[in-house]
C-alpha cells in the first residue's frame, strides 16, 4: 500500500488504485496507460506474425512448389543416342503430306 505519483497529473495515489480520484486517469500507478501498452503488445504481435508468414511463404516457394511442378509436368521421353525424334506435324498437315 505505497503511494505513488499518477502519471497524468502528479496527485498522490495508491498503487492497487483503478483510478485516479482526481484526474480519473486509469490505472494511475503504471508508468504507461493500458492503451499505450495494449498498442505496443499489437505492434509486437504484428511483427512477429508477419515475419512468421513471410517465413512460412519463402519456404512454400522454394521448396514446395517447385515439387509440386514435377508432379504436375509430364516428363519429357528420353531417344536413345544417335536417333533424332520425328518432328511433330499438326493434323491438317499430315493428311496432305500423305496424300490423303
Known amino acids: ?4 505519483s499518477c502519471r497524468a497529473c ?3 495515489v495508491d498503487t492497487s488504485a483503478l483510478a485516479c480520484p482526481r484526474c480519473g486517469a ?3 500507478g503504471s508508468k504507461i496507460s493500458r ?12 511483427i512477429i506474425w508477419s515475419t512468421i508468414l513471410g517465413f512460412g511463404g519463402w519456404y512454400v516457394w522454394h521448396s514446395l512448389i517447385p515439387l509440386a511442378k514435377q508432379y504436375i509436368v509430364k516428363p519429357v521421353a528420353e531417344t536413345p543416342a544417335g536417333l533424332t525424334p520425328a518432328p511433330i506435324i499438326p493434323a491438317h498437315r499430315a493428311a496432305t503430306a500423305t496424300g490423303g
Open 35 to 46: 492503451q499505450q501498452r495494449n498498442a505496443i503488445y499489437f505492434a509486437i504481435q504484428l
Open 1 to 4: 500500500m505505497s503511494l505513488v
Open 26 to 28: 486509469t490505472d494511475p
Open 10 to 12: 502528479g496527485h498522490q
